[in-house]
């Protein structure tokens, strides 16, 4: 059974830095994406950041793009997410998820979540 758990989150003044983790087990090697979405209260999910095929490729939405950066510890089985100069914009709830379909910049092609962890930028 897939599983994946997030940590992380947490209260951050704007311009200040949050490491999120994903640690997933149970994954089927294959080929797979795992992608941070996140969800704010009124607005669309947003797949953050994602490394999305078997070679590591990356991506990251235009709203994050040299701000956030995703890498990958194989021998941990983890994901991380290294956000800085965040703004208020990025408070949400950041999910872990994994994709078996693409593309994986869509949200709707995750089929396994974690619960999320809260995200939260203010002074």
């Known amino acids: 059974q897939v599983q994946l758990a997030e940590t992380g989150g947490g209260l951050v003044q704007p311009g200040g830095s949050l490491r999120l983790s994903c640690t997933a087990s149970?994954?089927?090697?294959?080929?797979?994406?795992i992608g941070w979405i996140r969800q704010a209260p009124g607005k669309e999910r947003e797949v953050v950041s994602c490394i999305c095929s078997v070679d590591d490729g990356k991506y990251y939405a235009d709203s994050v793009k040299g701000r956030f950066t995703i890498t990958r510890d194989k021998p941990e089985n983890t994901v991380n997410l290294d956000m800085t100069r965040l703004k208020p914009d990025d408070a949400a709830v950041y999910y872990c998820a994994a994709a078996f379909r693409s593309p994986a910049m869509t949200s709707d092609n995750y089929s396994y979540w974690g619960q999320g962890t809260q995200v939260t930028v203010s002074s």
């Open positions: 149970g994954i089927i090697q294959g080929n797979h994406a």
